[in-house]
């Protein structure tokens, strides 16, 4: 699929981007949504096709993405988050919707988030209260910062959203039963005029500083009329006498389901933010071959001899690797449960598989968003002054990223979510279905020291125990009020310390379990040699990230070996090193999905630079205001 996708992205003159730069915003936009059509066009992806094969859809979506994440975003908030949320949390009446949003008959959006409501998602405000007498449901934003705030697709493009409400129910007292937080199909704009519908305000809420070619909107509701068949009831239906029903008694798990079956999106953002690490590092390494200095008068090094160079990009790499093969082993685990999800009513034993794959879920997104940011910005500055222009990339690449961080969960709520996770498995030793946490079964495993000598530390299975004491022995120390206190504020308190420490040791822990699953599958080779290297710098990396804990939970028999580790990392990025230039190659995106004047495959970093430059409008022209800068006759009272 990549090499058909890479063909449309160079064959097809709408995918130019050469006046991107220079375009309005809603010029980039009306460009955007074109290419977005292509998509649809050319029939790459479907239902069934996701279901069968899902990683063919994390590599379409990285392919597209890699070109341009505005475009892929548009269609997967339509596609996905739209189209597939009908069929997850819909029954019959709601497929025939997403059928639609897969032709782009109508065109969706994804309607959570308000103004004053982000991550703390169960106390949004918008309400949807029944009505028994017009058989339907009133939809209501209570006050303007309620609104319904950031939605892709909203400000400009979208004609329908799959939008989240309480749902209310008046009883014979008139008293509002709430029901919980339920997602609703609301038509938003006419199809015919593409004006408001009755009693929907949408606007756009203008520029961002990334992803500027997804028109996020907001949208008011004021009295909007639905019809009962609109909510989405597969976890929560309503009769015509107003009588509620659900599978699942509890309102706090009911949420927690729903959402859960909605993970796909932030299961893809592994893989966005592993694409965006493998484009940052491929250019800051392709830019450090080719660029020179120092030496003497005859011979100036390339940089990327410099131990300090390398040393600062291979982990980059590295964690390229690692969270890559991670985010298709997460979609594998998910995909047998997402078309159960979509096929069949919801069965009591998913909630634990579901409550699992949250957690790793969670805690990759972190993992692999947080190492991408990370690594763009170091694969920034290793590029220098150069690296500060636009024709580099490297800027767009840390614009687009950074979104991540914060949609589909803000990182820091889902490492205290995956903590809450870790310390209830820990505490009950409950065997987990994926294996994650069955360490905690092994009363043993806190107690030994792992690693005896420095040459211990190059084996990937020693690492792996070092992490796992290392949960183990945070979670033995994190106080018990963690889970169990209701005040906001004394968890608070706990998580800065180790609570979001021992979340993202878990995330590392659990990717690198899955990378050391794809090694065993491979056969003695050089390239399984310079994969396995990765491997051992990424958990050394880890490690030392959190060398206190290591220290506190006895991991090594002297001081001196954790003293050592540092100086073993390096020597494997040593190892590595001569073999970047052959590896960037394998990995790397064509030129013109590239699109990076510094990582162009032909190495040569200053005529691609000049030609950038010199491609420019205006680049000679005079400055239209030359006549103020000869002007000083405002400075003569001086």
């Known amino acids: 699929m990549q090499k058909e996708i890479f063909r449309i992205l160079q064959s097809n003159p709408v995918f130019d981007k050469v006046n991107d730069e220079t375009m309005t915003l809603e010029q980039f936009r009306k460009v955007t949504h074109a290419r977005m059509k292509v998509i649809y066009k050319e029939k790459l992806i479907n239902y069934e096709l996701l279901q069968a094969e899902p990683l063919r859809y994390r590599e379409f979506i990285n392919s597209f993405g890699m070109y341009d994440w505005t475009v892929v975003a548009k269609f997967v908030l339509s596609w996905q988050f739209f189209g597939l949320g009908c069929l997850l949390l819909g029954t019959s009446y709601h497929t025939e919707l997403a059928r639609k949003a897969e032709k782009l008959e109508i065109f969706g959006c994804f309607a959570l988030t308000e103004l004053s409501h982000g991550s703390d998602a169960r106390n949004i405000k918008t309400v949807a209260t029944f009505s028994k007498d017009r058989d339907g449901f009133i939809l209501n934003t209570p006050n303007y910062h309620d609104m319904k705030f950031w939605i892709g697709n909203a400000g400009k493009t979208a004609t329908h959203a799959l939008v989240f409400a309480k749902l209310m129910v008046r009883n014979d007292r008139n008293a509002a039963i709430d029901h919980g937080v339920h997602g609703f199909v609301v038509q938003i704009r006419n199809t015919s005029t ?72 932030r299961i893809n953002i592994i893989g966005i933010g592993a694409a965006n690490s493998k484009m940052a590092t491929t250019i800051a390494i392709r830019y450090s071959i080719s660029r020179r200095q ?60 579901l409550n699992e794959l949250h957690a790793i879920s969670c805690a990759g997104k972190v993992v692999s968003t947080k190492r991408a940011a990370q690594t763009i910005q170091e694969c920034r500055e290793a590029c220098g002054g150069h690296g500060f222009l636009q024709s580099g990339r490297l800027g767009c690449i840390r614009s687009d990223n950074d979104a991540n961080l914060t949609y589909e969960g803000d990182n820091n ?211 239209d205001f030359w006549e103020d800068i000869l002007d000083t006759s405002h400075l003569s009272h001086l």
């Open 413 to 623: 709520v889902l490492l205290q979510q995956v903590t809450n996770f870790i310390i209830k498995m820990y505490e009950s030793k409950t065997k987990t279905f994926f294996g994650t946490l069955n360490f905690f079964l092994n009363e043993n495993n806190g107690n030994s020291i792992i690693v005896k000598s420095e040459k211990e530390l190059l084996c990937i299975n020693n690492c792996t125990k070092i992490l796992e004491k290392m949960v183990i022995y945070i979670a033995g120390v994190l106080p018990k009020t963690l889970c169990k206190n209701p005040s906001l504020i004394v968890r608070g308190e706990i998580f800065p310390t180790n609570g979001c420490l021992i979340a993202n040791l878990y995330g590392e822990l659990t990717a690198l379990n899955a990378y050391n699953m794809f090694l065993n599958s491979l056969q003695p080779s050089l390239e399984y040699d310079i994969l396995y290297s990765f491997g051992v710098i990424f958990a050394l990396s880890s490690i030392n990230n959190a060398m206190n804990v290591a220290h506190e939970a006895n991991c090594f028999e002297s001081s001196n070996i954790s003293s050592s580790l540092r100086t073993v990392l390096l020597e494997e990025c040593k190892k590595v090193q001569p073999f970047l230039n052959e590896i960037v190659d394998c990995i790397s995106p064509p030129d013109f999905v590239l699109n990076s004047s510094l990582g162009m495959a032909n190495r040569k970093i200053y005529e691609n630079i000049l030609q950038a430059v010199l491609s420019q409008k205006n680049v000679f022209k005079r400055a």
């Open 194 to 265: 593409f004006h408001p519908c009755e009693g929907v305000t949408v606007g756009d809420i203008g520029s961002k500083i990334g992803l500027n070619g997804i028109d996020n909107g907001f949208i008011i509701f004021r009295n909007v009329f639905l019809p009962r068949r609109n909510l989405l009831n597969k976890y929560g239906s309503i009769d015509q006498s107003g009588v509620y029903s659900s599978p699942i008694t509890s309102k706090e798990e009911r949420f927690s389901i729903m959402f859960a079956a909605l993970s796909l999106g």
């Open 294 to 353: 120092f030496g003497n008068e005859l011979t100036e090094h390339a940089i990327i001899d410099y131990p300090n160079q390398y040393c600062r990009l291979i982990p980059c790499l590295a964690s390229f690797f690692v969270m890559d093969t991670f985010s298709k082993n997460v979609i594998q685990m998910f995909s047998p449960y997402l078309n159960k999800l979509i096929k069949e009513s919801y069965a009591h034993e998913y909630k634990q598989v």
